[in-house]
């Protein structure tokens, strides 16, 4: 067994990212954000820092966070480990060194960019910046992710519905993220950890779901003006087919099947648009709205004198950020037929305008 540890750093050099050296300074330190490449210096302050060995034939890599002192902590620790393992000392088997908790929230962050659509990655960035202001202030002062017990997580919900006046199931959904970084960042198999799911759903409560009457929705179609064009087919859409926004959003013309009256969803990416789930579905829906949307279409090709690819695009051809916006222009009597509340769940957890959409004309 190899018990040589170092550290690296994994940077981007030019379009790639690579594990590089880091440079040392003259007090012998590592200059954190200065690696060595093709010899020489260069100042690279993103990517995070990485131990490097070998078990066996094996080579292991393992990410440590942005900090250089804690690669170098890291590396000390595992080292000592693996000399105390390798001469027969009894010792207790570990699968990662200790964290601070701002390393681990960065590195995790970093890979939750990566791996995740852009809104995913601002809300968990937002939760765990909340969380470690709250842990520096009027929280427990945990440095390591280590240190942190069962009590404070359940004291930081209490926080949350007390003094940041959250929801039950605002505070849960906070909790549930906090709970999934502590899990990652030690390590831990699904289900193991110091918070259970019990925990995050105390005090909310599963309500039934408002649903638009026919009345409702025939008050609302007739405060959209003018009638049979583009506000009419954006919110029969949207009806017929139970579709989140992002996914109308970036809805093609070649997601729409025109033979068998169906259309799908999927992903964009050279939008960055990415599906929910990653779960690609088709949806029939009625002729008459396919031949509506078909009008739409000729309308769009006529008036710009170009073909866009996005279905509800701009008059540029790009996605409409504010296609939902129309909605306050309409009739007051209809203005509150569109909040997001007013939607329901289908058994799949997907949200829709109305159940059975489709047996509405």
Same mark, same amino acid.
């Given at each position: 067994m190899n018990r040589r540890v170092s550290v690296w750093k994994y940077v981007r050099i030019g379009?790639?990212?690579?594990?590089?050296?880091?440079?040392?300074?003259?007090?012998?330190?590592?200059?954190?954000?200065?690696?060595?490449?093709?010899?020489?210096?260069? =100042?690279?302050?993103e990517g995070n820092f990485y131990l490097h060995r070998y078990e066996a034939d094996r080579e292991i890599w393992k990410k440590i966070g942005p900090n250089a002192q804690d690669a170098v902590n890291a590396a000390d620790f595992e080292s000592t480990y693996l000399t105390a393992r390798a001469k027969?000392?009894?010792?207790?088997?570990?699968? #990662?060194?200790?964290?601070?908790?701002?390393?681990?929230?960065h590195g995790w962050l970093e890979d939750v960019k990566l791996s995740n659509r852009p809104e995913t =990655?601002?809300?968990?960035? =937002?939760?765990?910046?909340?969380?470690?202001?709250?842990n520096l202030n009027d929280g427990p =002062?945990?440095?390591?992710?280590?240190?942190?017990?069962?009590?404070?997580?359940?004291?930081?919900?209490?926080?949350?519905?007390?003094?940041?006046?959250?929801?039950?199931?605002?505070?849960?959904?906070?909790? #549930?993220?906090?709970?999934?970084?502590?899990?990652?960042s030690l390590k831990l198999k699904p289900g193991e950890g110091i918070i259970t799911t019990r925990d995050t759903r105390l005090g909310v409560t599963d309500r039934e779901p408002e649903i638009y009457t026919a009345e409702e929705l025939r008050t609302f179609f007739n405060a959209c003006v003018p009638r049979? #064009?583009?506000?009419?087919?954006?919110?029969? #859409?949207?009806?017929?087919?139970?579709?989140?926004?992002?996914?109308?959003?970036?809805?093609s013309w070649a997601d729409l099947d025109w033979k068998n009256y169906t259309i799908k969803v999927t992903p964009k990416p050279e939008y960055d648009f990415v599906i929910k789930d990653h779960e690609e579905r088709t949806v029939p829906v009625p002729p008459w709205l396919?031949?509506?949307?078909?009008?739409?279409?000729?309308?769009?090709?006529q008036t710009y004198k170009r073909k866009h690819r996005l279905v509800f695009?701009?008059?540029?051809?790009?996605?409409?950020?504010?296609?939902?916006?129309?909605?306050p222009r309409n009739h007051s009597s209809a203005d509150m037929l569109w909040p997001a509340s007013r939607r329901t769940t289908t058994g799949s957890g997907r949200n829709k305008s109305i159940p059975n959409t489709r047996t509405h004309s």
């Open positions: 379009k790639k990212w690579r594990y590089c050296k880091p440079s040392i300074g003259k007090n012998g330190k590592i200059k954190s954000d200065w690696v060595i490449v093709k010899g020489k210096e260069e =100042h690279h302050p027969g000392i009894p010792v207790k088997q570990i699968d #990662t060194p200790v964290l601070s908790i701002k390393a681990a929230a =990655h601002e809300l968990y960035e =937002h939760t765990l910046r909340q969380f470690q202001e709250w =002062h945990r440095i390591n992710v280590v240190d942190l017990t069962r009590k404070d997580l359940l004291e930081y919900r209490k926080w949350l519905l007390d003094n940041e006046m959250n929801s039950a199931r605002t505070a849960g959904n906070k909790l #549930t993220r906090i709970s999934q970084w502590y899990r990652d049979w #064009t583009a506000e009419q087919i954006l919110f029969r #859409t949207f009806l017929l087919t139970g579709f989140r926004e992002d996914e109308v959003r970036f809805l396919m031949s509506n949307l078909e009008v739409k279409k000729i309308f769009s090709e695009a701009t008059k540029n051809g790009n996605p409409d950020n504010h296609m939902l916006g129309v909605c």
